[in-house]
């Protein structure tokens, strides 16, 4: 994440980072914003998310069971 939060854009010519290719963000907060008209990260606004816990060591827990995105 860091490597792409220093990019100064997405468009062609800004470089490539290497990121899991469905890695939408990391946050130190409990809750993070997937779904709305203003988000615009390409993996945001999709039907099923999965949550990975890192704990104080760096140590990654499993991936959660699918949350499901419903539709209004």
Request: aromatic letters at 6%; proline letters at 7%; glycine letters at 12%.
């Amino acid at each position: 994440m860091e490597a792409y939060n220093a990019k100064t854009g997405n468009e062609p010519g800004c470089g490539s980072v290497k990121t899991p290719a469905n890695l939408l963000g990391e946050t130190a907060e409990t809750t993070m914003r997937v779904i709305g008209p203003d988000l615009s990260q390409p993996n945001a606004n999709k039907a099923y998310y999965r949550v990975v816990a890192v704990d104080d060591r760096g140590l990654e827990s499993g991936p959660s069971d699918y949350a499901e995105a419903r539709g209004r």
